[in-house]
């Protein structure tokens, strides 16, 4: 498991707004705006960036990966994750004894009716693209077939500096792939006690953001915000966008306490 840790000033109205623990890879600290005022924690998930892969691969073993980051840190922290990200942030947030907040930037769930299932297929597909040194070329596909992006919108990400990032962390799409499959159990939150903030880009497919606003109407006081004009990666297309709304909701949270 390999994390790093951005230091920042972190103080809001004489009040520690703690820290903050990102479940993207962890060089995407260098491309964080100065304007989110935490100490970010940037964690290369398992197969990702940094990180090995000890095989075999599970669920159980990524959430626990989450909870020896949390222990790491020593102390309650704002827990963020995006896409699979969010699916094991939430599961892991289910489990942890001390929280600040919970952050859930579209949780990709596929809601009964939402949208079909990818084809089994695709997966051994992408497998044999990384097995053969093609990452961009399994993202692209990724991408379609379950984000929904269009190869217009594709190609502008792919121009994009956020580009590398996603390219570096590729060889985990399959172990992405596997989290997508995981069930949404709406009854787990209804005694969930921690602030939590559901994220969806204005722009992001219609089944995405079903599965957002799924798990924002399980939770007993959850906390909805857009992305204006951004889709699934908004914080790579609007970085400055997203750092206000995380930085705002830890305010909030700080405040409340």
Known sequence: MFARKTERRSRFGGRDLGQLCFLFTADFATI???TLLLPVWTFDRRGHGESGET????????????HALLSK????VHL??????????????SRADRLRSLILY???????????RPAPELLAVIERLLQSGNPDQALRIAMRETVGLTDGEIDAMQSSPGWEHLRGAARAIPNDWRIWQEPFEPDSLKSFAV?????AGAESPAWIRAGAVAVLNA???????????????GMITAPELFAK???QFAENVAADG
């Open 106 to 116: 579209e949780p990709p769930f596929l809601i009964a009716g939402a949208r079909e």
């Open 245 to 247: 709304i995380v930085g």
């Open 32 to 34: 964080l705006p100065g």
């Open 73 to 76: 840190v020593g102390e309650p």
């Open 80 to 93: 963020l994750g995006h896409s699979a990200g969010a699916i094991l942030a939430l599961s892991a947030a």
């Open 219 to 233: 939770l007993p006081a959850g906390t909805f915000a857009e992305l204006a004009g951004q889709g699934h990666s």
């Open 195 to 199: 602030p939590t903030l559901v994220l």
């Open 55 to 66: 095989q075999p691969w599970s669920f159980a073993r990524e959430v626990e990966d989450i």
